[in-house]
């Protein structure tokens, strides 16, 4: 299911951000190129979710803004996001449990306004994910891990997005269907898709992407192509303790 438009960048300039009198992001500035898949790695508290939710209009900053494709969506709420073609999977099970895997991908869609798009949507993302077509009728908590990983992307599928921000995919899921999942997000950004990700599994997480951003204090710390920040022993000993985590 390509895109029907190519991915928007997305920029962050002088975002302060957090919550209650608790600032996490500090002035946090970089730009996630269009079309490619940049991931966000940090210490744990470096900020990396709330800077999903800054950009998904959850967080409002007190300062600096957020542009997508040139455009300024500082504080825009969900609804005006989705329909922009901005979508965000968070980190965990996010899915309607008692209700079947068809009426989940349903309610993704409810933004587009017309049961017809819908349902001609739902046969494209169950033609990307056939063994969610085959359980389209069973309840959401009687999928394993992987397949409710993939009916939460394919839900956020369903809009055709430009934008995919995606919290930590690989939580609970076996090595495999890890491999699969990130697959997927390389399969999106090469047919246009704007992908921004953070990922605990680093050193696959690098591999499969195209930039990087280290945070560190809400703050960059190091950015730059994936490939160089798997080399830079930088960013092993600040971030990951002086090792890369093991990829299985």
Request: glycine share 12%; no cysteine; aromatic share 4%.
């Amino acid at each position: 299911m390509a895109p029907e438009t190519s991915g928007a960048a997305v920029r962050l300039d002088g975002i302060v951000a957090g919550y209650g009198q608790i600032t996490i992001l500090n002035g946090l500035s970089f730009t996630a190129p269009a079309a490619k898949i940049t991931t966000l790695i940090g210490a744990n508290g470096a900020g990396k979710s709330t800077v999903f939710k800054t950009i998904f209009g959850i967080v409002r900053p007190r300062a600096g803004s957020v542009t997508i494709g040139g455009e300024a969506v500082t504080g825009f709420p969900a609804r005006e996001l989705l329909a922009r073609g901005i979508v965000y999977v968070p980190q965990g099970r996010n899915l309607f449990p008692t209700l079947s895997v068809r009426h989940n991908l349903e309610l993704g869609g409810i933004t587009l306004g017309s049961r017809a798009l819908i349902a001609q949507r739902m046969e494209a993302v169950f033609a990307r994910f056939p063994r969610i077509a085959e359980r389209a009728e069973q309840q959401a908590s009687a999928l394993s891990g992987g397949e409710q990983k993939q009916l939460e992307i394919g839900r956020a599928l369903l809009l055709e997005p430009k934008v995919v921000l995606i919290d930590e995919p690989s939580i609970g899921l076996a090595p495999k269907v890890v491999a699969d999942v990130f697959a997927l997000l390389r399969g999106l950004a090469d047919t246009g898709v704007t992908t921004l990700m953070v990922e605990q599994n680093v050193r696959s997480a690098l591999a499969v992407s195209d930039h990087a951003v280290a945070l560190e204090g809400g703050r960059v710390a190091i950015e730059g192509p994936a490939g160089e920040m798997l080399a830079n022993p930088r960013i092993k000993s600040l971030f990951l303790g002086g090792h890369m985590e093991q990829t299985g």
